[in-house]
């Protein structure tokens, strides 16, 4: 566990130092769960995002794009359901009058359990060495049965008791697991209580004509409302998708661990509008299709894992997590949910509209059913940074911090380096610079000497450098130094922009989808 906390301690500093997040409002000490994206940061997240967007409408004929605002008609929340029922349970502990999410200290107890299987792999796997089967040691060994067993019933109890609302049972667990308050210690906890988690804020000039207006919790519903209209003017057929990027607030009560939940974060989302009895084969497909997308960043196949909701939200008939492991354990990534016609016929009975679609090849009417991806691009982020970050030990018994990003999501693609500030080494390196800036991000560093210019891109995260010397005087060749391998090797000067291209293209990252 401590191992864990230092590395997420890394993470965090690692962001700041390097210009990739900033606390927000710094000066004044900050705004709790509230984070700017620094130079890097910005680029970075705009290369998830294009990655989603191309993954999701470039690709998909049948999915397109739309930006709705953030500003809704307030009785988008009624229809939605957000207004009644989107509450996290909280408890207060009597002693330091810290306030808790119920669910997420009882998550955090069976995080602890899973951290003992995980312990117990780790001295097996030492213990057996190569012939260690991870797959056969956790279904077998009775230890790791007990405490999965262990875990599995109390979250089992957990989901049924917040379905059923009884919060009673939500603090019988807690004291029965003997759950202390972290700060204080104490077990002396308030009852359970439901708390909204929209942020509200007025809409006019007077407070006489003032609309009470909610922040949207979540970007789905601007397709939603916007449905009939994009399908009548995509002239779009059954089954389809919208897809959305875009902010999205929660008054978050638990909100730490940096930018894995924040009370303004970003959403990618998308809604698949399909005809009703075909949601659980979508289901499955769009469970594969999103673990792909994942897997073709390259962040390691055991690094995730599907966990099916116990508790389903009050829109889904079927629902799970890609759970990814971040430093401070599994945790949800990206939700799937199968929603069935909850949100549209709900809009069709507050709005009064119609919001159904008439299908030509049943020649009837109907309101669709539909499947959601919803992915965290801010979660994404600290998946991809926090997986990246690695300390390596040299074979010159010097370590390297560098941050491995997959290339194709690097804020910087390559970086140019003369050799030394004069005999006309930077007016060749800044004409190299001048001919690439049209294709990728690139810098330009001249302070130092190279070995520590190289260490300075690897934090960064750059998959390349590229450095000019006397020999390119000559021959019009260049060193060309590889992130991840160290690797150096001699290259013509023109070769540059091809072998990064081949590296740092989307498109090819993009067609392990295919
Ligand atoms: N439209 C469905 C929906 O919003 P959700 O499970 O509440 O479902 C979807 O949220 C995703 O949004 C989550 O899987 C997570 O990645 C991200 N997310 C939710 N709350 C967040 C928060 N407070 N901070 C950062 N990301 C959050």
Same mark, same amino acid.
């Given at each position: ?30 705004? *709790? ?12 997240? $705009? ?33 939605? /359901? ?12 009597? @002693?330091?009058?810290?306030?808790? &999410? ?56 957990? /989901? ?48 006489? *004509? ?35 990027? /875009? ?25 698949y ?8 084969a979508w289901y499955d497909t769009w469970k594969e299709k999103r ?29 799970? @997590? ?8 599994? &945790? ?10 909850? @949100? ?6 507050? *709005?009064?509209?119609? =919001? ?15 499947l959601?991806?919803?992915? /965290? ?11 990246? =970050? ?40 800044? $004409? ?22 190289? &260490? ?32 150096? $090797? ?14 740092? @293209? ?5 067609? $392990?989808?295919?």
């Open positions: 566990m401590a191992n864990q906390e230092d590395k997420f301690k890394k993470v965090i500093s690692h962001a700041k130092e390097y210009g990739y997040i900033f606390q927000s409002s710094e000066i004044y000490d900050g705004l *709790s769960a509230v984070y700017d994206y620094a130079q890097n940061g910005a680029e970075l997240k $705009k290369n998830i995002r294009d990655y989603w967007w191309q993954a999701m409408v470039q690709l998909n004929n049948n999915i397109v794009g739309i930006d709705a605002a953030i500003f809704m008609h307030p009785t988008t929340w009624k229809a939605s /359901g957000h207004v009644d029922a989107f509450n996290d349970p909280l408890i207060d502990n009597k @002693d330091s009058k810290k306030r808790y &999410r119920a669910d997420v200290l009882v998550e955090d107890y069976v995080a602890k359990i899973e951290a003992k299987i995980e312990k117990e792999v780790t001295k097996a796997a030492k213990r057996f060495g190569d012939s260690f089967d991870k797959k056969q040691f956790l279904s077998t060994n009775q230890r790791v049965l007990d405490y999965q067993a262990k875990a599995d019933r109390i979250l089992k109890r957990l /989901g049924k008791s917040l379905e059923n609302e009884d919060l009673a049972d939500v603090k019988a667990l807690i004291e029965e697991l003997e759950i202390a308050c972290p700060l204080s210690g104490s077990k002396n906890w308030t009852d359970v209580k439901q708390f909204n988690l929209m942020f509200g804020t007025k809409l006019g000039s007077t407070a006489e *004509s003032a609309m009470d207006l909610y922040l949207r919790p979540e970007t789905a519903q601007g397709i939603f409302v916007n449905f009939l209209n994009v399908q009548k003017t995509g002239r779009m057929k059954i089954p389809f998708g919208i897809a959305q990027t /875009g902010k999205a607030f929660r008054n978050e009560i638990v909100a730490r661990q940096f930018i894995f939940r924040m009370r303004e974060f970003e959403q990618m989302e998308m809604q509008f399909i005809k009703p009895g075909t949601q659980k673990l792909n997308w994942h897997l073709s960043l390259g962040l390691g196949e055991d690094n995730y894992r599907f966990h099916d909701h116990e508790k389903l939200a009050h829109y889904a008939d079927a629902a799970c @997590d890609i759970e990814f492991k971040f430093p401070f354990g599994f &945790r949800e990534l990206e939700g799937i949910h199968s929603r069935t016609d909850f @949100d549209l016929s709900n809009h069709e009975k507050y *709005s009064g509209k119609k =919001l159904q679609y008439f299908d030509p090849e049943e020649n009837k009417s109907y309101v669709p059913y539909v959601e991806t919803s992915i /965290g691009l801010d979660r994404m982020f600290l998946a991809v940074f926090s997986n990246a =970050l690695q300390e390596e030990e040299l074979e010159n018994n010097t370590t390297r911090t560098v941050l491995k990003l997959p290339a194709v999501l690097a804020p910087t693609k390559v970086a140019i380096l003369p050799l030394l500030k004069r005999d006309g080494l930077p007016e060749v390196a800044e $004409k190299l610079v001048n001919e690439l800036k049209w294709e990728f991000t690139v810098a330009y560093d001249e302070k130092d000497a190279v070995g520590r210019r190289y &260490r300075r891109q690897d934090a960064i995260g750059t998959p390349f450098c590229v450095t000019i010397d006397h020999q390119t005087l000559e021959d019009d060749t260049v060193t060309i130094r590889y992130r991840d391998t160290m690797e150096q $090797k001699r290259i013509k000067l023109n070769e540059v922009g091809e072998i990064v291209a081949k590296e740092v @293209d989307m498109k090819n990252w993009l067609k $392990k989808l295919a």
